[in-house]
């Protein structure tokens, strides 16, 4: 009798508001900056013509950033909810679809994040304290355990060691840019001349452009714990955003002034050249420790946000229902974050007998990624129909063109990814077994409606 009603107690428990508009922004912020803006440059800058053109695509990939948020804001202020996509995916297509996406978040897309940038982490702090061979992989380890325990102990708790590391982040990149554009270009490498045919740029860059913009829909899995969230789920948008593209642009403005386009191309770590070369021998330490902060943030935002799918899985599927709870005391969907975190573990464990496992998770989360991302994009058309949670809710500018432009940007990245799973690259062995992983998730959707689920 008594555990009953404990139990009661807890599913009654909700999501509680707790964030503002700077918590949420902060978030994204975290989320997005991430050791991304450390690697993706130099082969962007292999793949473009110019220095304008260059500059151009980093703009652009903010520009599609900032479409595909319109569509979330809008999404998200009428019908908030902890699900997020997972949500509006099941709200206009059924619980088939919203059933899989949830799975595909919980096994490949967020867990394969949180492994990547665990690795990232790991490399990075390896260099300021190694730990033997297996370093790398010790600190990946270590920092799943850790941040998934911060978020069980709570959520206040969560969101205040995300704006430390967001503002820490910021300072630090801050710092880089500031750097890198008071030291003179004039010995930088000379700019190859033009080419007189050929295209202004390959679809790799902006492969890659989008690739280190990613994590902004994150905001989504907030709406339910934003306060006044049809007005604040779009502010934190467009701020998040906002600053990152500034922050992006700023940092590869400051990679030309110091190593020129050219400079770019031939380097294997363009953070690290720029540091030797503002800071000299102290540049790597420093590099390090902007890295460990941004993949700090960046893991402990994907933690919170991917737990919430998870804990809206459970809500609605009995065969998951453990993952359902929602503790009120600390705020936080425990069970759900356990599930992520040894989930996480185990790709972290996989990937590490890979060549390189950063690349190999990567590879693992993208064809599913951008497959739900494009069905989120659609679920906007259908969901237009329906009554809103919230009649006066933000409504996505040039309706139906913004959200066609994101929906074609989103299949583009979706064939992209997919070819790259067909390709003969080691790498592309994460892609193969991240598509095999979503498709199991067929049978368990079947068994879930032999149930009698939704």
Same mark, same amino acid.
């Given at each position: ?52 053109? @260059? ?40 619980? /088939? ?14 867990? +394969? ?66 750097? +890198? ?83 770019? /191309? ?9 540091? /030797?070369?503002?800071? +000299? ?59 992520? +975190? ?23 989360? =993208?064809? =599913? ?12 058309? @259908? ?22 432009? @994101? ?48």
């Amino acid at each position: 009798m008594s555990a009953a009603g404990g139990q009661a107690t807890v599913e009654a428990a909700k999501p509680q508001q707790t964030f503002g508009v700077f918590d949420a922004a902060a978030m994204i912020v975290g989320i997005v900056i991430g050791a991304g803006i450390f690697k993706a440059p130099s082969i962007v800058a292999g793949s473009v013509s110019t220095e304008a053109v @260059f500059i151009g695509l980093w703009v652009t990939g903010g520009v599609i950033s900032l479409v595909g948020a319109l569509c979330y804001a809008e999404l998200g202020s009428a019908y908030p909810h902890a699900g997020g996509e997972y949500h509006f995916l099941t709200r206009a297509f059924g619980g /088939k679809l919203g059933f899989l996406f949830a799975w595909a978040r919980m096994s490949v897309v967020q867990t +394969g994040a949180i492994a990547a940038i665990a690795f990232v982490f790991g490399d990075y702090a390896s260099q300021l304290l190694p730990l033997g061979a297996k370093s790398s992989v010790i600190y990946a380890l270590l920092g799943v355990a850790a941040l998934t325990a911060l978020n069980v102990i709570g959520t206040r708790q969560s969101r205040l060691a995300q704006n430390v590391l967001t503002a820490a982040l910021a300072l630090a990149i801050a710092a880089v840019i500031v750097a +890198g554009l008071l030291v003179g270009g004039g010995a930088r490498p000379a700019a190859a001349p033009a080419a007189s045919t050929g295209p202004m740029f390959s679809q790799l860059a902006l492969i890659f452009i989008l690739l280190t913009y990613g994590g902004w829909n994150e905001a989504a899995y907030l709406t339910a714990e934003i306060r006044d969230a049809r007005r604040n789920v779009v502010r934190a948008l467009l701020i998040g955003i906002l600053a990152v593209t500034v922050i992006y642009v700023l940092l590869n403005l400051a990679y030309l002034n110091v190593l020129g386009l050219e400079g770019m /191309k031939a380097s294997k770590a363009v953070a690290a050249d720029l540091m /030797k070369a503002t800071l +000299g021998g102290a540049g790597a330490t420093v590099l390090s420790l902007i890295v460990v902060a941004a993949s700090l943030s960046t893991l402990n935002a994907t933690v919170f946000t991917g737990a919430r799918t998870n804990y809206a899985l459970g809500r609605d599927f009995a065969l998951f229902s453990l993952l359902g709870q929602w503790r009120d005391r600390s705020n936080t969907p425990v069970n759900a974050l356990l599930a992520q +975190g040894v989930i996480a573990l185990v790709l972290v464990l996989l990937a590490s007998l890979t060549p390189d496992g950063f690349e190999t998770m990567v590879a693992y989360t =993208a064809p =599913a990624f951008w497959l739900f991302f494009m069905l989120t994009g659609v679920s906007l058309f @259908f969901l237009r129909r329906q009554r809103p949670v919230n009649p006066d809710h933000f409504r996505v500018p040039l309706y139906p063109f913004t959200p066609i432009l @994101f929906c074609a940007m989103c299949a583009f990245m979706l064939y992209s990814s997919t070819n790259y799973a067909l390709s003969k690259d080691p790498s592309s062995l994460g892609a193969q077994l991240g598509i095999g992983v979503l498709l199991a998730g067929v049978p368990l959707m079947l068994l879930a409606k032999k149930r009698g689920e939704r």
